[in-house]
């Protein structure tokens, strides 16, 4: 790429070597995501990936693709964009895996005003670090550099993965019956949602985030750039051991809008919210925005940002296993006769 150069395109505001050096700096901890199905390297046309035909009886493959929200505003506002990468491949990875499906790979998209490759290999790195957390490779993306488009020091960050799963073994709401016992996952906080209303609440700016609030332990920033926890390994664990009936991904809509989606149309849910302890952060949400107890549940995943059916009959064994893979989980709530209702008692 050493002939590769415009002086034209520079003076427009596109310095197409900066993303040579963007590659460069990368390089490293994207290979460290490389798992035995990766055929291709950085630079090609297309990232490559190979199936293990004979792994399976029926494969089916399963994709995501998200981003990462106006969660970026705080990354620009703090210069931080070592963890915004883990955002964007779990809110991915951790739909994948409410079909029971294990992420294969994953390809990154980030458009920005002005390539500084440093920055670039920063937010990269966090994808990369993502990606060997929820075991799949980082087989590509791209960057698109757009001035004009975007404001100084600002970009968006999306990404896209693909997953496996054999048919006989997806995720089958219609298992789902009376009495069946719904299993939470806390969360590691916010997560990737729900940011134009907390940035609302806090009227964020660059001073206040770096104000510590004694509720959090930490300065207010720092909770909420907390990346979003990647769920993959212990949930693909539990798969493996137990007959999960339904999984959802607690993400923007909070309980109402996304438990409904691991339903059958026979069931409902009764949800305790007093079976957990709700998180300091969507405390201090709700106290400072007055936001009614409703909104936030149907806003945030305060403080579960996994929910699982499984049967009475398989709960402890369950909760041991998720205990045993480093996983906070409760029982928050139980399968009842309905039609996708959600039921808290507010």
């Given amino acids: 790429m050493e002939k590769s150069f415009s002086n034209s395109y520079k003076e427009a505001g596109v310095d197409v070597t900066a993303g040579y050096k963007s590659v460069e700096l990368m390089k490293k901890s994207v290979q460290a995501t490389y798992t035995s199905g990766v055929v291709s390297d950085l630079g090609g046309f297309g990232g490559l990936f190979a199936i293990d035909k004979g792994a399976m009886e029926e494969p089916i493959l399963v994709s995501g693709t998200d981003g990462v929200g106006t969660k970026l505003k705080l990354a620009f506002l703090m210069n931080k964009h070592d963890t915004i990468g883990q955002d964007c491949v779990a809110m991915c990875v951790n739909d994948i895996i409410c079909c029971g499906a294990k992420p294969l790979f994953f390809l990154d998209y980030i458009s920005l005003w002005k390539n500084i490759p440093e920055m670039v290999a920063t937010i990269v790195n966090g994808v990369a670090e993502g990606c060997v ?5 980082l087989v590509g993306g791209e960057t698109a550099e757009m001035p004009g488009l975007y404001l100084e020091n600002e970009y968006d960050l999306a990404g896209f993965s693909v997953g496996i799963v054999d048919k006989k073994k997806m995720i089958n709401p219609n298992s789902i019956e009376v ?8 969360s590691s906080g916010v997560h990737s949602n729900g940011f134009s209303l907390v940035r609302k609440i806090f009227n964020v700016n660059e001073e206040n985030l770096k104000e510590y609030r004694e509720e959090l332990g930490t300065t207010l920033g720092e909770a909420l750039l907390t990346p979003t926890k990647i769920y993959v390994k212990p949930v693909l664990e539990l798969i493996s051991k137990v007959n999960v009936k339904g999984i959802s991904h607690i993400t923007g809509g909070g309980f109402y809008e996304n438990m409904p989606r691991m339903l059958n149309e026979n069931v409902a849910l009764n949800i305790d919210k007093n079976s957990y302890e709700v998180p300091a ?6 106290k400072e925005g007055d936001i009614p107890l ?3 549940y149907n806003t945030f995943n305060m403080g579960i940002g996994m929910s699982l059916i499984v049967s009475k009959e398989e709960k402890e064994k369950a909760l041991q296993i998720l205990k045993q893979a480093g996983e906070k989980a409760y029982v928050i709530g139980e399968v009842t006769k309905g039609n996708k209702e959600i039921n808290i008692n507010l």
Avoid at 133 to 137: D, E, F, H, P, T
Avoid at 179 to 184: L, P, S
Avoid at 281 to 286: A, D
């Fill in 133 to 137: 957390k929820a075991g799949c490779a």
């Fill in 281 to 286: 952060i969507f405390k201090l949400l709700q």
């Fill in 294 to 296: 409703r909104d936030m």
């Fill in 179 to 186: 009495g069946d016992v719904v299993i939470g996952l806390a």
